[in-house]
């Protein structure tokens, strides 16, 4: 037993360096550096679709609570499940008072996912209370001078960079295998297709549509699926356009997001009942798609969104595929 108990001891001696040995880690965050000197104890994490990441991660235990779960966003009931028990620091945005009480070394959030420009929650107000901030990635567009195009690389990385600040990166590679898998196979099935239909994507707004364009990740989405997103022209992630160049471009499919306070049937009501829209061809056909705000938004659900859109887009390549 002894001989046993000290080959135990020389190989705890072994391997506790080797862990000890990835920090200090510094990580790119939009255009920062964010160095930790160990993996974060006490995260608080802002939004469904982000605190999606750090439970896929394995990393529920690291979670000090979470905020952003308004009663306009349907609620992965996963999610809830699995944050039962962490506190609810707020319904939306948290104070700067609300996170320094909640006793965080880390902030899990984005630019408009927690966070505003000039807000009073910020990497630079968090800063002078040893807090650091990961910000989402393709939230970044709204800070950064160079913009460019969404794409499912920004969940990729964020889910290696989560798994390098936690020490997880095994789990991380193996959920980013799982999701590129996935869409690899969507990818491989829609390039039989003859065409890549015109694609409207509605969040909300009656007197002006509230949509995605290249910025957001519905553009990624959408391409990979096979589709044209009519709105790639408009250099923003989440905004509002105007109804003349919805009817202008004639989308063939509109897919509708699944959030605010309205169903996603009443939004389509409101579509199919909207005068100026009788002549869009996806009206006439009455051709929509459903999204979850999950799906639409960064988060482990993008595969199941280019899956759900390629069929959507393309049914006749996909009978029978995807199941």
Not at 9 to 20: H, K, R
Not at 70 to 77: A, L, T, V
Not at 135 to 143: G, K, R
Not at 274 to 298: G, H, K, S
Request: charged residues 25%.
């Amino acid at each position: 037993m002894t001989k046993y108990f000290l080959a135990g001891l020389l190989l705890a001696s072994i391997v506790l360096p080797a862990q000890a040995s990835d920090y200090p880690l510094t990580v790119r965050s939009c255009d920062r550096e964010v160095t930790f000197d160990r993996a974060p104890r006490h995260v608080a994490v802002h939004d469904t679709s982000l605190a999606s990441m750090l439970l896929k991660l394995g990393l529920r235990d690291r979670i000090a609570g979470y905020s952003g779960f308004d009663d306009s966003k349907p609620r992965e009931r996963w999610v809830l499940d699995s944050l039962a028990g962490v506190p609810q620091l707020a319904k939306r945005y948290p104070s700067l008072e609300t996170l320094l009480d909640a006793d965080i070394d880390l902030f899990f959030a984005g630019w408009n996912y927690g966070m505003h420009v000039g807000g009073a929650v910020t990497p630079a107000t968090l800063q002078p209370f040893g807090i650091p901030v990961y910000e989402l990635t393709e939230s970044c567009s709204h800070v950064q001078k160079q913009r460019r195009p969404a794409s499912l690389d920004d969940l990729y990385r964020d889910l290696r960079a989560l798994g390098a600040i936690f020490s997880v990166k095994p789990t991380a590679d193996a959920l980013v295998s799982d999701i590129k898998g996935r869409v690899q196979k969507v990818q491989a099935t829609v390039k039989r297709a003859n065409d890549r239909p015109r694609v409207f994507l509605y969040d909300s707004g009656e007197d002006r549509p509230f949509t995605s364009g290249r910025l957001g990740m519905p553009q990624a989405l959408i391409d990979i699926a096979g589709g044209h997103n009519i709105m790639d022209d408009v250099a923003a992630s989440w905004t509002q356009v105007n109804w003349e160049s919805v009817v202008e471009r004639d989308p063939q499919i509109i897919a509708i997001v699944d959030y605010g306070p309205l169903t996603w049937q009443q939004k389509r009501d409101f579509l199919l009942q909207q005068p100026a829209l009788q002549d869009v061809q996806a009206i006439r056909d009455q051709r929509f798609v459903v999204l979850t705000y999950m799906e639409a938004t960064p988060s482990v659900a993008n595969a199941l969104a280019t899956e759900k859109l390629a069929k959507a887009f393309h049914p006749t390549l996909f009978e029978g595929a995807l199941r």
